[in-house]
């Protein structure tokens, strides 16, 4: 008889996740000509403040580092209303990799929060609530 295994499969890195070119976009969803400030950084990089106009994006493209711990997070803010959030955007995750379909991950920050384009199955997934203020990036903050 057959030894079966009822483990799940492993949730990090993909085998040829290392080698791939990932973008990742930050995107104004809002209404009403709302501006979106996006400032988004990893522990090495940091991409700077954006004012992102209705329907306008930020993106970013990079590789994964060897160890498998690439981490980019983003603070964004809708002044005029004064709501932020601050998220992960990219992170080692099976099921990240499978919404971002492999290499190609979009936020979208809508009036009632932050969503995840899942590519495959063609829907935007909500992820965060927005929070009331406007709070400042930490310089040295990570976001988990």
Known sequence: MAATSSAPPPTKVRPNTLYTTWHVHVV??????????????SGDDDLGERHLSVGSETQWD???????STLFWCYVASESDHIFAKFNVFWEDRDLFYRCNGDNCIWIAKDDGIYLKNIPDNIDEFKHHWELGSKGLLANSTIL
Not at 28 to 38: C, E, M
Not at 62 to 68: M, P
């Open 62 to 68: 990079f590789k994964q580092n060897l160890f498998g």
């Open 28 to 41: 104004n969803g809002l209404s009403n000509n709302k501006i979106l400030l996006a400032h988004c950084k």
